[in-house]
Nanobody
Framework: VHLVQSGGGLVQPGGSLRLSCAAS????????MSWFRQGPGEDREWVAT???????TISDVVKGRFTASHGDRKNSVWLQMNGLKPEDTAMYLC???????????????????WGQGTQVNVSN
Protein backbone atom coordinates (compact mmCIF):
# COMPACT_ATOMS: atom_id res chain seq x y z
CA VAL A 1 0.00 0.00 0.00
CA HIS A 2 1.21 3.49 -0.82
CA LEU A 3 -0.19 6.88 0.07
CA VAL A 4 -0.21 9.03 -3.04
CA GLN A 5 -0.32 12.78 -2.64
CA SER A 6 -1.31 15.51 -5.08
CA GLY A 7 -1.60 19.26 -4.94
CA GLY A 8 0.78 21.83 -3.55
CA GLY A 9 2.90 24.40 -5.33
CA LEU A 10 3.55 28.11 -5.13
CA VAL A 11 0.94 30.53 -3.85
CA GLN A 12 0.95 34.15 -2.73
CA PRO A 13 0.29 35.08 0.90
CA GLY A 14 -3.42 35.00 1.59
CA GLY A 15 -4.01 32.42 -1.10
CA SER A 16 -5.40 28.91 -0.89
CA LEU A 17 -4.27 25.42 -1.79
CA ARG A 18 -5.78 21.98 -1.46
CA LEU A 19 -3.73 18.87 -0.89
CA SER A 20 -5.03 15.36 -1.47
CA CYS A 21 -3.82 11.97 -0.32
CA ALA A 22 -5.22 8.56 -1.20
CA ALA A 23 -4.25 4.96 -0.57
CA SER A 24 -3.15 3.06 -3.64
CA UNK A 25 -5.28 0.04 -2.71
CA UNK A 26 -9.03 0.40 -2.44
CA UNK A 27 -9.24 -1.97 0.52
CA UNK A 28 -6.59 -0.24 2.65
CA UNK A 29 -7.92 0.86 6.04
CA UNK A 30 -6.54 3.36 8.52
CA UNK A 31 -7.52 4.20 12.08
CA UNK A 32 -6.29 7.76 11.53
CA MET A 33 -5.00 9.73 8.58
CA SER A 34 -3.01 12.86 9.27
CA TRP A 35 -1.10 15.69 7.73
CA PHE A 36 2.33 16.78 8.88
CA ARG A 37 4.67 19.42 7.57
CA GLN A 38 8.41 19.83 7.73
CA GLY A 39 10.52 22.85 6.96
CA PRO A 40 14.23 22.66 6.11
CA GLY A 41 16.20 21.62 9.17
CA GLU A 42 13.06 21.40 11.28
CA ASP A 43 11.21 18.57 12.98
CA ARG A 44 8.07 17.17 11.46
CA GLU A 45 5.10 19.20 12.74
CA TRP A 46 1.61 17.80 13.10
CA VAL A 47 -1.08 19.75 11.23
CA ALA A 48 -4.35 17.80 11.20
CA THR A 49 -5.90 14.37 11.71
CA UNK A 50 -9.05 12.74 10.37
CA UNK A 51 -10.37 9.73 12.25
CA UNK A 52 -11.87 6.65 10.68
CA UNK A 53 -15.29 8.07 11.51
CA UNK A 54 -14.50 11.37 9.82
CA UNK A 55 -13.82 13.55 12.86
CA UNK A 56 -11.18 16.16 12.13
CA THR A 57 -8.73 17.53 14.68
CA ILE A 58 -6.73 20.60 13.65
CA SER A 59 -3.55 21.99 15.18
CA ASP A 60 -4.02 25.28 17.02
CA VAL A 61 -1.25 26.71 14.84
CA VAL A 62 -3.44 26.52 11.72
CA LYS A 63 -6.94 26.30 13.18
CA GLY A 64 -9.34 28.67 11.51
CA ARG A 65 -7.35 28.59 8.27
CA PHE A 66 -6.93 24.87 7.50
CA THR A 67 -9.58 22.18 7.33
CA ALA A 68 -9.29 18.45 6.71
CA SER A 69 -11.67 15.69 5.75
CA HIS A 70 -11.93 12.31 4.08
CA GLY A 71 -12.17 12.31 0.34
CA ASP A 72 -14.54 10.10 -1.60
CA ARG A 73 -13.13 7.08 0.22
CA LYS A 74 -12.28 6.72 3.89
CA ASN A 75 -8.71 5.86 2.95
CA SER A 76 -8.27 9.25 1.33
CA VAL A 77 -7.92 12.65 2.95
CA TRP A 78 -7.58 16.23 1.82
CA LEU A 79 -6.21 19.35 3.47
CA GLN A 80 -7.76 22.67 2.50
CA MET A 81 -5.42 25.54 3.31
CA ASN A 82 -6.78 29.08 3.24
CA GLY A 83 -5.18 32.34 4.28
CA LEU A 84 -1.74 30.94 3.66
CA LYS A 85 1.22 32.67 5.26
CA PRO A 86 4.93 32.53 4.42
CA GLU A 87 5.50 30.54 7.59
CA ASP A 88 3.30 27.79 6.16
CA THR A 89 6.03 27.08 3.62
CA ALA A 90 7.10 23.45 4.09
CA MET A 91 7.03 19.96 2.71
CA TYR A 92 3.59 18.54 3.54
CA LEU A 93 3.21 14.82 4.14
CA CYS A 94 0.19 12.68 4.71
CA UNK A 95 0.37 9.71 7.02
CA UNK A 96 -1.83 6.76 7.88
CA UNK A 97 -1.97 4.45 10.86
CA UNK A 98 -3.23 1.03 9.77
CA UNK A 99 -3.18 -0.40 13.28
CA UNK A 100 -6.21 -0.58 15.54
CA UNK A 101 -5.36 2.33 17.86
CA UNK A 102 -3.47 5.59 17.56
CA UNK A 103 -1.84 6.59 20.84
CA UNK A 104 -0.72 10.09 19.90
CA UNK A 105 -2.10 11.62 16.72
CA UNK A 106 0.58 14.32 16.77
CA UNK A 107 3.54 11.95 16.88
CA UNK A 108 5.05 10.78 13.58
CA UNK A 109 5.87 7.51 15.32
CA UNK A 110 2.14 6.69 15.42
CA UNK A 111 1.98 6.19 11.65
CA UNK A 112 3.18 3.31 9.51
CA UNK A 113 2.39 4.68 6.07
CA TRP A 114 3.58 7.96 4.56
CA GLY A 115 2.96 9.82 1.37
CA GLN A 116 5.75 11.00 -0.86
CA GLY A 117 5.42 14.61 0.28
CA THR A 118 4.47 17.71 -1.62
CA GLN A 119 6.10 21.12 -1.39
CA VAL A 120 4.07 24.19 -0.51
CA ASN A 121 5.70 27.57 -0.99
CA VAL A 122 3.98 30.75 0.16
CA SER A 123 5.72 33.77 -1.25
CA ASN A 124 5.34 36.90 -3.34
Amino acid sequence: VHLVQSGGGLVQPGGSLRLSCAASEYTASFDKMSWFRQGPGEDREWVATVSRGGRATISDVVKGRFTASHGDRKNSVWLQMNGLKPEDTAMYLCAGNSRMFTRDIASPDSYDYWGQGTQVNVSN
